[in-house]
């Protein structure tokens, strides 16, 4: 006999309280690398809402309020597709594990919808039926929904450094500072100006040797860090690591940003859900899902650093 269970009002909170503890447990870390803002609709202008400001001068005695409006040009977020993982419970022991907090049933769910977190707002695709990842969609690496007429355009290509058959070296990421340097016009002490990154494991290596070339003294925690693919912060950038950075043949196509110049939409916060499928013989069914995009409000904002691997 196949199994059965009638999912009540207590299965249904049991399972969303659970889902949000596991997704405290297992926090998006690239969406606080962004400015985050709630959005409604089906687009929003996130230009006016972010765009850096310069002060204004009046007499003490003016009668005229300042009106310090954004001059940028409408940069948009469209209403995106949902990220979404869902399974059926067809056993006992898996109707167990969903109701449990500590178990790997639910956390695998969070996991997956956490992985479309990182690509939406990264702007790649995994390429079907391959273990790679291209730039695709919007977010900081994809494209840039600009105007009136709501139309994209993708990452410049003088914001790229190329490879010139090396990895990433302590001149190149200089360089790559410098750039981010003379386009910032905020103060030193504005945090939303820190620099972010996403590194492969082979970029993961090299900057441990940059380190050790420039005899940075690096603490145990640091070191245990960045060997352990762990988020960290170094030479004033917070790096993270993955290897689903996208790359082209053996070349790593690693992104640099300003914090303050990308933008995560979220429609609707990943929650969880537990039903009981009627065109599936009522069988209980698990599922996570919410809706976000992103987007860089200036192309000025990222940086492309190429990074040849093997060598």
């Given at each position: 006999?196949?199994?059965?269970q009638?999912?009540?009002?207590?299965?249904r909170?049991?399972?969303?309280?659970?889902?949000v503890?596991?997704?405290?447990?297992?926090?998006?870390?690239?969406?606080?690398?962004t400015q985050?803002?709630?959005?409604?609709?089906?687009?929003?202008?996130?230009?006016?809402l972010l765009?850096?400001?310069?002060?204004?001068?009046?007499?003490?005695?003016?009668?005229?309020?300042?009106?310090?409006?954004?001059?940028?040009d409408p940069?948009?977020?469209?209403?995106?597709k949902?990220?979404?993982?869902g399974?059926?419970?067809?056993?006992?022991?898996?109707?167990?594990?969903?109701?449990?907090?500590?178990?790997?049933?639910?956390?695998?769910?969070?996991r997956?919808?956490r992985?479309?977190?990182?690509?939406?707002?990264?702007g790649?695709?995994?390429?079907?039926?391959e273990?790679r990842w291209?730039?695709n969609?919007?977010?900081?690496?994809?494209?840039?929904?600009?105007?009136?007429?709501?139309?994209?355009?993708?990452l410049?290509?003088?914001?790229?450094?190329?490879?010139?058959?090396?990895?990433?070296?302590?001149?190149r990421?200089?360089?790559?500072?410098?750039?981010?340097?003379?386009?910032?016009?905020?103060?030193?002490e504005?945090?939303?100006?820190q620099?972010?990154?996403?590194?492969?494991?082979?970029?993961?290596?090299?900057?441990?040797q940059?380190?050790?070339?420039t005899?940075t003294?690096l603490?145990?925690?640091q070191?245990?860090?960045?060997?352990?693919?762990?988020?960290?912060?170094?030479?004033?950038?917070?790096?993270?690591?993955?290897?689903?950075?996208?790359?082209?043949?053996?070349?790593?196509?690693?992104?640099?940003?300003?914090?303050?110049?990308?933008?995560?939409?979220?429609?609707?916060?990943?929650?969880?859900?537990?039903?009981?499928?009627?065109?599936?013989?009522?069988?209980?069914?698990?599922?996570?899902?919410?809706?976000l995009?992103a987007?860089r409000?200036?192309?000025?904002?990222?940086?492309?650093?190429e990074?040849?691997?093997?060598?």
């Open positions: 006999m196949s199994f059965r009638d999912v009540e009002g207590s299965h909170t049991t399972f969303a309280n659970t889902v503890q596991v997704m405290n447990q297992n926090p998006g870390r690239i969406r606080a690398m985050v803002v709630n959005c409604e609709g089906d687009s929003r202008n996130v230009a006016d765009d850096d400001k310069e002060p204004s001068e009046a007499e003490d005695y003016s009668m005229t309020n300042p009106n310090n409006r954004s001059k940028l940069v948009w977020l469209l209403r995106p949902v990220i979404e993982s399974e059926y419970i067809y056993k006992e022991d898996k109707w167990d594990m969903a109701m449990d907090p500590t178990s790997n049933f639910t956390a695998s769910h969070v997956a919808v992985k479309g977190e990182f690509d939406r707002i990264l790649i695709r995994k390429v079907q039926g273990n291209v730039v969609g919007n977010g900081i690496m994809g494209r840039r929904i600009t105007g009136k007429g709501k139309t994209g355009a993708a410049p290509a003088g914001n790229t450094i190329p490879h010139d058959g090396e990895g990433m070296t302590l001149t990421l200089n360089t790559l500072v410098l750039n981010f340097g003379l386009e910032d016009i905020g103060l030193e504005d945090m939303t100006n620099i972010c990154a996403v590194l492969s494991p082979f970029q993961r290596r090299d900057l441990l940059i380190a050790i070339q005899e003294q603490n145990a925690y070191v245990d860090q960045i060997k352990n693919a762990r988020p960290t912060s170094l030479f004033g950038i917070d790096w993270m690591f993955s290897n689903r950075v996208p790359k082209e043949g053996t070349v790593r196509k690693c992104p640099f940003w300003r914090k303050a110049g990308i933008v995560t939409g979220i429609w609707e916060e990943f929650y969880g859900d537990l039903w009981n499928d009627t065109s599936a013989k009522r069988r209980p069914y698990t599922y996570v899902g919410g809706a995009d987007t409000i200036e192309d000025k904002d990222v940086q492309i650093m990074c040849e691997e093997g060598v």
